[in-house]
């Protein structure tokens, strides 16, 4: 059960586009189409933004999409806005009815 | 409307127990699986304990086994944390979460509460 690999920071300035990757294994992220992404502004609770590596929740911006390729996920912000600005957590199932979490990725818009 | 409400924190010594609740509401809680999910102060977030949505089965992080419990009362729509020998290491804003186990397992947590904070210090 160990943390998923993630940058601690990534920074844009508006209208930019930024992208923030995820590792696992292949007995995590590689073996299941199940990596979600969550957006935690400060003093807040997480919100789902991405599910099924690809796939956005009714009333999540088309500005957020997901990839993967092998044990990496990716979160890809387009056109930068100041509400941007907040943690971002990716997450998976790891086997045995079990979930992990990323370590987390500040964004900051310059 | 369509939210979850933890309650249940507070500071405790070491050694001790408690029990976080989580009051589900707009939604058919008998339909969907239910996580207790942690953050430490200034850390990220970790999951921490699962339960079907029939109550049949449960799963926790290694860290808490055989000292946390998660159960579910659908007469009151409430998910529970039972909490014991609580450690410094378990001081942590918790939250409950919902899953909408569409694969038949844990899958992704699509509505989250405002989270309890539990401190444990002597």
């Known amino acids: 059960q160990s943390a998923l690999t993630q940058p601690a920071s990534v920074s844009g300035s508006p209208g930019q586009s930024i992208t923030i990757s995820c590792t696992g294994t292949s007995s995590d992220v590689g073996s299941y189409n199940l990596v979600s992404w969550y957006r935690q502004h400060p003093g807040k609770a997480p919100k789902l933004i991405i599910y099924e590596g690809t796939k956005r929740p009714s009333g999540v911006s088309n500005r957020f999409s997901g990839s993967k390729s092998g044990n990496t996920a990716s979160l890809t912000i387009s056109g930068l806005q100041a509400e941007d600005e907040a943690d971002y957590y990716c997450c998976t199932y790891a086997g045995s009815n079990t979930l992990v979490f990323g370590t987390g990725t500040k964004v900051t818009v310059l | 409307q369509v939210q979850l409400v933890e309650s249940g924190g507070g500071v405790v010594q070491p050694g001790r127990s408690l029990r976080l609740s989580c009051v589900a509401s707009?939604?058919?809680?008998?339909?969907?699986?239910m996580h207790w999910v942690r953050q430490a102060p200034g850390k990220g977030l970790e999951w921490v304990a699962v339960?079907?949505?029939?109550?049949?089965?449960?799963y926790y992080v290694d860290s808490v086994k055989g000292r946390f419990t998660i159960s579910r009362d659908y007469s009151k729509n409430t998910v529970y944390l039972q909490m014991n020998s609580l450690r410094a290491e378990d001081t942590a804003v918790y939250y409950c979460a919902r899953d909408p186990f569409v694969h038949g397992y844990p899958n992704w947590f699509d509505l989250w509460g405002q989270g309890t904070l539990v401190t444990v210090s002597s």
């Open positions: 339960i079907w949505y029939d109550g049949s089965e449960k």
């Open positions: 707009g939604f058919t809680f008998s339909s969907y699986g």
